[in-house]
């Protein structure tokens, strides 16, 4: 049987430690999948947020000998690893084993220097300062989960699910996981990535009041065309002097706001009314339901009508 450890560190929260554990732990009738130790790291005690104490199999020498070696999570984005874990880590991986950060477990991995030059996934709230902290590694943002090397990284909280599955499917097949997901009730894949989770702002007002009073015009009227020099002669400017400072107050071109905010009119409408695509296109601006899907899709990695299953008043 492969062998997993699931690691403990400071207040773990335990939806982030149950999911490997549950995962790794689940028995077929016939046999179990995996060896499961759960693994201490040295100092403080493994109490989980003050809420469940865990108790462990043993230390950091467990992982001399697993197969794959799981971080569910990480207790603080400052803070890298003890250099005793971040040792271990690196000789799991040297080894041939699977080393897996789940959630905020990738910064265990990247702190540890395994993710140099190499792709991964997190959290996207933690997205910028990720790509901050460790510029030398490939954040993929939309991804649930990323496996390069042997190193295996996920998206927040439930994507820890999607990757545990998958490395159920690596190591005996699609079958298996299956089972494993109807035991769970959850999909053994899932479609689309974190795009589709990340939370979009309504665009707030600028400084400057003349492209204000225009954003309230464009957002009144969104289903309508626009030309630069329709909107420039709106706001008594050249063109030139328009386009400078629309995007000074924006940050963005006029066609990048309005598709936007076209977007945004869409998911509105996907998920409050039960209007065609077709509909939805022509009431956002985008006028041909072919260029709202297309927009769509290159923005949020999903189809409209996948959106509206997942978040609409009926999903």
């Known amino acids: ?14 939806f982030h430690f149950s999911v490997p554990y549950t995962v790794f732990g689940m028995a077929l009738p016939e046999h179990p ?79 540890a220097g395994l993710l140099d030059g190499r792709r991964a996934s997190t ?16 954040l993929d943002t939309n991804a649930l989960y990323v496996e390069e090397d042997r190193l295996v990284t996920s998206a927040g909280t439930a994507a820890g699910l999607d990757c545990c599955l ?18 769970m009730v959850v999909p053994p894949h899932r479609e689309g990535g974190q795009a589709q989770f990340i939370e979009q702002p309504v665009a707030v007002s600028t400084q400057d009041a003349h492209i204000n009073r225009l954003l309230d015009y464009l957002r ?14 709106r706001t008594a400017m050249s063109r030139r002097t328009f386009t400078r400072h629309f995007h000074k107050a924006t940050g963005m071109t006029v066609v990048e706001w309005l598709v936007n905010e076209r977007l945004r009119r869409g998911r509105e409408l ?43 008043d009926n999903a």
């Open 33 to 111: 999948l995996f060896d499961l130790s759960i693994v201490a790291m040295p100092g403080e005690p493994p109490e989980s947020e003050q809420v469940v104490t865990v108790r462990p199999d043993g230390g950091l020498e467990l992982l001399e000998s697993v197969d794959i070696a799981v971080v569910p999570g990480w207790h603080d984005l400052n803070e890298a690893p003890p250099p005793e874990l971040v040792e271990a880590l690196v000789r799991c991986h040297e080894r041939g084993a699977h080393v897996v950060g789940l959630c905020y477990g990738t910064y265990a991995l990247a702190y």
């Open 270 to 312: 996907l998920e409050t009314t039960s209007l065609s695509v077709e509909a939805i296109a022509e009431k956002s601006g985008f006028h041909t339901a072919t260029s709202f899907r297309q927009h769509f899709r290159q923005r949020h990695q999903v189809s409209p009508r996948d959106w509206r299953k997942t978040f609409g």
């Open 123 to 138: 959290h996207w709230i933690a997205e910028q300062d990720f790509i901050a902290r460790f510029p030398q590694v490939k």
């Open 1 to 14: 049987m492969p062998r997993v450890g699931v690691i403990l560190y400071p207040r773990i929260t335990p």
């Open 166 to 183: 998958f490395l159920v499917r690596k190591y005996y097949g699609a079958q298996i996981a299956n089972k494993i997901a109807r035991v």
């Open 220 to 233: 009144e009227h969104l289903a309508s065309s626009h030309t630069i020099d329709e909107l420039a002669a």
